[in-house]
């Protein structure tokens, strides 16, 4: 069962390229290939950060995994002078960044609520 996360955050636009490069140089590592995801897009518009992930079984579960791994820490570290919270008072881990799907259509599979 594939799973997809949206996560939410707040950046200047004007560092799109350095996020752009430190999710570059982490997605030759393993962490990508052990946490399950098979696509990443980063979308920036105006002051807001939003990062697109497609996860080959559970977002919830790999957000877990990853949150102790030294590589995923150290990727988290180097993203801080780029991306802030988009609720700092409420943000604890990336899992409180996530967006909640509220619907779903597909040719296929027609509509999920």
């Known amino acids: 069962m594939s799973d997809r996360a949206l996560i939410v ?3 200047n636009p004007e560092n799109a390229p350095n996020i752009a490069g430190l999710f570059a140089d982490s997605d030759t590592g393993e962490l990508p290939g052990l946490l399950g995801v098979r696509r ?3 979308f920036a518009y105006r002051d807001l ?3 697109y992930v497609e996860f080959e079984g559970d977002h919830r579960s790999a957000l877990r995994a990853a949150a102790g791994r030294e ?3 150290d990727l988290s ?3 801080r002078p780029y991306v802030d ?3 700092p008072d409420a ?3 990336p ?3 996530l967006a909640a799907e509220f619907y779903c259509w597909t040719p296929d599979g027609g509509v999920r609520r």
Do not use: E, I
Request: proline share 4%.
């Open 77 to 79: 570290r180097k993203l």
């Open 95 to 97: 899992a409180d960044a």
């Open 91 to 93: 943000w604890t881990s």
């Open 40 to 42: 990443r897009h980063l």
């Open 71 to 73: 590589d995923f820490v």
């Open 9 to 11: 955050a707040r950046m």
């Open 49 to 51: 950060y939003f990062h």
């Open 85 to 87: 919270p988009y609720d």
